[in-house]
Each structure stands twice: as C-alpha cells, then as structure tokens.
Nanobody
C-alpha cells in the first residue's frame, strides 16, 4: 500500500508543472489526500489537500492561487497543478493520506499515511 508522486522536474521561474499521485494497493476514494514538500534544511510543509467526501480543496497560503489540487477517482490518481512557480517552491514533493482542512482560517494537515518516494521540483531563477 503506497502513494507514489511523479511529474517533477526543472522549470524556470513562472513556469508550470503537474504532479501526479498514484495509489497502489488501495483506493483513493475513501481517503483525504494531501501534498507535502520538503526543501533542504527545512521542515516538511503540508501545502494542499483534497477531501474524500466531496472533493473540497484546501491550500496553504504559500501556494494559494497558484496551485490547484484535483482527483480522478477512475484513475485512482490525485494531481497538483503548479503554476507561477517560484524558486522557493523548490523541494521534494510527496503525497499521502492525511487529515486536513482550515482552522482559524489557516491550512493544516495532520499525519501522513501510505506516502512513498517523492518527486523533485526545482525552480530556477
């Protein structure tokens, strides 16, 4: 049982990438799926999540308005469309099952289950 992130790469500032999160061994339908990232020397950061119940979406302030999370249950895949990329978006990106939402207007995610190998995103200035 694992979630595998893919689609990373090297892109210039202002460019776009679409990450995919594919599940093996279980169905995504019944799980909230979140995207996380970790830059060298920094703590892991939860950045976005999509709910299992009604596909509600949630975003951290650092990516709101630039990133879009979506899910295709038929393909058992969650996507993260990343636009207007900045050098500070450079990180290894992971996906995982998680608890998430907004609390006091701020995005939170709690826990990472079934996460696997991440995908490197590098944004050049």
């Amino acid at each position: 049982v694992q979630l595998q992130a893919s689609g990373g790469g090297l892109v210039q500032t202002g460019g776009s990438l679409r990450l995919s999160c594919a599940a093996s061994g279980f169905t995504l339908d019944y799980n909230n799926i979140g995207w996380f990232r970790q830059a060298p020397g920094k703590e892991r950061e939860g950045i976005s999540c999509i709910s299992s119940s009604d596909a509600s979406t949630y975003y951290a302030e650092s990516v709101k308005g630039r990133f879009t999370i979506s899910r295709d249950n038929a393909k058992n895949t969650v996507y993260l469309q990343m636009n207007s990329l900045k050098p500070e978006d450079t990180a290894v990106y992971y996906c995982a099952a998680t608890y998430c939402g907004y609390y006091d207007g701020r995005y939170y995610s709690d826990g990472m289950d079934y996460w696997g190998k991440g995908t490197q995103v590098t944004v050049s200035s």
